[in-house]
C-alpha cells in the first residue's frame, strides 16, 4: 500500500532533472528547475550544520581534556558496523578487540617478536605431544630437555625401548639363575614388551625366534637348563609366545614344566593356553593383541 | 589530526569534537531527537573509542562520524518509544552559542522550528536522506552506506524529499 505524501511525488517525478537536484544538494543551486523556497530552506538546513557547540558530558569533557587510550578500551561507547572500520574490530569492550588493538598498537619489531614467540610455543606444545617429524622432534626435545627437567619423546627413546625388549630374555634367564624370578613379573614384562612390539613393526626382539629371547630364562635351574638350545621354541617366555608371531613350530614340552617353576599360571593365563594346539592358539594371540 | 587522534591525544579529540559537534548536534536537533547534546557527546565517545580502527582521509571521517550519529540516533529513537514523551521545548532549552544575541537566537530558533515542521512532514527515511545530504553534507554514496541502502534509492528518496518540501511550502502558502 503506498503512503499518501508519495503520490505526488511520483507526479512530480519528471518536473527535476537528476542533474537539478544533485546540483541543489551539493549546493551549487538548481536553476530553474527547483523554485527559491526550497533554495532557502536547503539554506536553513545547512545553517543547522554550524549551530553551537554543544556542551559535553563529563565523560567526554574528561576524555577531550586528558587524552584516551583507544587500545586498551578504556572508553564505555562503542561503534558498531560502521564504515572504515577494520574486519574483526567491530565489537570493542571483548578480549578479541583488545588483543587486536594491543597488537595493532605493537611496533614491527615488536609484532615480529610476538609472532616468534607464539611460532616456538606451538613448536614447543606439538614437540611435547611427540607429534612432530622424526628429526624435528629429535632436535625440539633435545632443546627443551636441555633447558627444562622435563623428558620429551624422542628416536633415542625408541631405541631404548628396543633396547630394553632385546635384553629382556637375558635379564630374565638371570634373575631365574639367581633363583628371584617371578612369574608374575616376567608375565608382565613379557606382556609389555609384546605390545610394543605392535607398536613398533622394525622391533622383534619379543618374537620366540628372537635370539635375545631365547631364553633360558624360563627354564628352571636344572642341570640340563644350560644345554637347551638357545632359539627352542619352549624356551621362549610365555607371554612372549602368546603375544608374538604364531608359531608353526613343534611344541614338545606342553608347557606343564615350565609353569611349575616359573609360575606360569601368572596373570597372563599362560599355563592355560600353552595346552591348546599351535593352530588354535591364535585366537587367543590376537584376543590379547587387540 | 586523525593520526594523533588514533593514539589519544586529547587536544587532537578536542579539535575533531569542534569541527564536528555542531553538525551532528544540528543533525540529531533535526531529526527530533530527544537530547540532542547527550546524544552528541555519546556519539563522541564511540567515534574515539573506535577512532583505532577507522582508515581514511578527513572526507571518510565526516562520513563515518555521522554514520555512527546515525545509528545512536535510530538507537535513541528505540529509547524513546519505550518512555514517556518529551515535554515541550522550552525557551530555556534553545542552545545559546557565546557569540549571539538574543535576536540572532530567536530568529535561529524560529528557522530551526520550521525546519523541524518541514522535516517531522516527511516520512523518516526521506527526513533521513534529506537532512544527511544537507545538514551532514555528505555525497549519495556516502548517505547510501549510512542508511544502508543503494544509490538508486537514495536518489529516490532524496528525489521524493524535495518533492515533498515543496509540495508542504505551498500548502503553507508560502511563494514558490
Known amino acids: ?290 | 589530526m586523525l593520526a594523533a587522534a588514533r593514539t589519544g591525544e586529547g587536544w587532537a579529540a578536542e579539535r575533531l569534537w569542534r569541527s564536528l559537534a555542531p553538525a551532528v548536534a544540528g543533525y540529531l536537533r533535526a531529526q527530533g531527537a530527544s537530547e540532542p547534546e547527550d546524544l552528541t557527546s555519546e556519539v563522541f565517545l564511540g567515534v574515539f573509542r573506535a577512532i583505532g580502527t577507522f582508515s581514511g582521509d578527513e572526507p571518510g571521517f565526516r562520513s563515518w562520524v555521522f554514520t555512527i550519529a546515525h545509528r545512536r540516533l535510530v538507537d535513541d529513537r528505540r529509547r524513546a518509544r519505550r518512555r514517556p514523551p518529551p515535554s515541550e521545548l522550552s525557551p530555556g532549552d534553545v542552545d545559546r552559542s557565546p557569540g549571539r544575541s538574543a535576536e540572532q537566537e530567536a530568529l535561529r530558533r524560529v528557522g530551526t522550528e520550521r525546519v523541524r515542521d518541514l522535516c517531522d512532514q516527511l516520512v523518516p527515511d526521506q527526513r533521513d536522506v534529506l537532512l544527511l545530504r544537507l545538514v551532514a553534507g555528505l555525497t549519495v554514496e556516502e548517505v547510501a552506506h549510512t542508511v544502508r541502502r543503494s544509490e538508486g534509492a537514495v536518489k529516490a528518496l532524496q528525489r521524493r524529499a524535495l518533492c515533498a518540501v515543496r509540495r508542504n511550502l505551498d500548502r503553507q502558502g508560502v511563494p514558490l
Do not use: C, Y
Open chain 1, 1 to 290: 500500500m503506498r503512503r499518501r505524501v508519495d503520490i505526488p511525488v511520483e507526479m512530480h517525478r519528471r518536473d527535476i532533472g537528476d542533474a537539478a537536484i544533485e546540483a541543489f544538494f551539493s549546493g551549487n543551486g538548481a536553476g530553474d528547475e527547483l523554485p527559491a523556497s526550497l533554495a532557502a530552506i536547503a539554506d536553513e538546513l545547512r545553517e543547522l550544520a554550524v549551530g553551537p557547540l554543544p556542551e559535553p558530558t563529563p565523560q567526554l569533557a574528561a576524555l577531550l581534556a586528558n587524552g584516551f587510550s583507544a587500545e586498551e578500551g578504556d572508553l564505555p561507547a562503542t561503534a558498531l558496523d560502521v564504515p572504515g572500520a577494520m574486519p574483526g574490530a567491530a565489537a570493542p569492550g571483548k578480549g578479541r578487540s583488545r588483543l587486536a588493538g594491543f597488537v595493532a598498537g605493537l611496533s614491527a619489531a615488536a609484532k615480529a617478536g610476538l609472532g616468534a614467540g607464539v611460532a616456538m610455543a606451538s613448536v614447543t606444545a606439538v614437540g611435547a605431544a611427540g607429534a612432530l617429524p622424526g628429526p624435528v622432534q629429535n632436535v625440539v626435545a633435545t632443546g627443551i630437555e636441555a633447558v627444562t627437567p622435563f623428558d620429551l619423546p624422542d628416536s633415542d627413546d625408541g631405541a631404548d625401548d628396543a633396547t630394553e625388549r632385546a635384553n629382556f630374555g637375558e635379564r630374565m634367564s638371570t634373575d631365574a639363575r639367581d633363583g628371584g624370578v617371578d612369574g608374575k613379573v616376567v608375565g608382565e614384562d613379557a606382556k609389555r614388551n609384546g605390545g610394543s612390539d605392535r607398536a613398533d613393526p622394525a622391533g622383534d626382539a619379543g618374537r620366540p625366534d628372537d635370539p635375545g629371547g631365547a631364553g633360558t630364562d624360563r627354564r628352571p635351574p636344572t642341570p640340563a637348563a644350560d644345554h637347551a638350545p638357545p632359539s627352542s621354541p619352549d624356551a621362549a617366555p610365555r607371554g612372549a609366545v602368546r603375544t608374538g608371531p604364531p608359531s608353526t613350530g613343534p611344541r614338545d614340552d606342553g608347557g606343564e614344566p615350565d609353569d611349575a617353576v616359573v609360575g606360569g599360571d601368572a596373570d597372563t593365563g599362560a599355563g592355560a593356553t600353552d595346552d591348546i594346539p599351535a593352530q588354535h592358539r591364535e585366537k587367543p594371540t590376537k584376543a590379547v593383541r587387540e
